[in-house]
């Protein structure tokens, strides 16, 4: 029996930020959503983050022991192995922030970062109804990066794709 099957899940967004205590198998127990501090300045939201992780987990009434990480879905440009934020378009002063070092030290979990776009997309891909193996691809006209391989990924798995994969 795994008694530390919970995550902290973050979704950073430029208006709101949503945080979520969620089960393994994918129940939320605790959801709060904040206005997004980001025009504070880059210490001031990683304050904000750190605090409003550590009310998600207190308003959870879990002890934080049974919490095994957290994942955010950030805005990018951001390298989710390392954890690192380059300089996203609507956050000033946030050029090579080792945001997940940074987070695991305070928040003393494991905590993986990827970009918000990505977290998204994976996310529909989990848990949608694809019985009729269709996908929708929402990109908003803006400067965020949707990466190609991801993309590739979604067309391979729909029947009779009329784009090429090589």
Do not use: Q
Request: with cysteine.
């Amino acid at each position: 029996m795994i008694l530390n099957n919970h995550v902290l899940a973050a979704d950073v967004g430029g208006t709101n930020t949503r945080m979520a205590i969620v089960t393994g198998n994918g129940e939320i127990l605790t959801f709060l959503k904040k206005s997004t501090h980001c025009k504070e300045g880059r210490d001031e939201m990683i304050k904000f983050l750190v605090s409003f992780a550590r009310e998600t987990i207190e308003k959870s009434k879990l002890p934080k022991e049974k919490i095994c990480g957290m994942g955010i879905g950030f805005p990018g440009p951001l390298n989710a192995e390392t954890g690192t934020i380059f300089n996203p378009p609507n956050l000033n002063g946030w050029d090579n922030v080792p945001l997940r070092d940074i987070l695991e030290k305070e928040l003393r979990m494991p905590v993986s970062i990827e970009n918000d776009a990505n977290a998204a997309a994976l996310g529909e891909w989990e848990v949608a109804d694809i019985s009729e193996r269709k996908v929708t691809l929402r990109c908003p006209i803006s400067k965020k990066k949707f990466t190609w391989d991801l993309f590739c990924y979604f067309v391979e798995e729909r029947d009779n794709s009329p784009w090429p994969m090589e």
